[in-house]
């Protein structure tokens, strides 16, 4: 799995204005039911606050993968944030987290969920992909990076 194919360009935010976790998740949540009517946005913020309750999806090195289950998808859909300042999402090592990949499966899918999850996490891992992410110049330039880096794997 590719993580182009469950990211569109438009579901890039560069510059996330959101303070707080609940409105971080319902920033993504607005940008993700923008290009998929299916999914009803404030279902979908109490469904990634749901997840949140069993513990936070933010890993550490400012890095979050919000993630939950929706019914009436055709598939697993994702989009990106990224937070200059940072937003206290009670991250694993306690720092702020500047870097956000919100899943979203069918409620039916938890191996295409899975294989996203990990696919995520993988890119994630590299310390100068994450840099880049963090220095880039607005929304076109940040999906440009991650294409790049799609494409080596």
């Known amino acids: 799995m590719k993580i182009l194919d469950i990211l569109p360009p438009q579901s890039v935010v560069s510059d996330l204005q959101g303070a707080t976790k609940p409105d971080v998740l319902a920033e993504l949540a607005a940008v993700l039911a923008a290009s998929h009517p299916e999914l009803a946005k404030d279902r979908l913020v109490e469904v990634l606050l749901e997840r ?3 513990g936070s999806t933010a890993i550490g090195e400012g890095i979050a993968i919000p993630h939950g289950k929706m019914p009436k998808l055709a598939g697993v859909v994702a989009a990106f944030g990224r937070s200059r300042g940072g937003v206290d999402f009670q991250s ?12 979203v499966a069918p409620e039916d899918a938890s191996g295409a969920h899975l294989k996203a999850l990990a ?22 330039r940040i999906y440009g990076i991650i294409q790049q880096e799609d494409d080596k794997y």
């Open 92 to 103: 694993l090592d306690g720092g702020p987290t500047q870097l956000f990949f919100l899943l």
């Open 119 to 140: 696919r995520v996490s993988r890119l994630l891992r590299d310390k100068e992909f994450r840099r880049r992410l963090l220095e880039a110049e607005g929304a076109e």
């Open 52 to 54: 949140e309750k069993l």
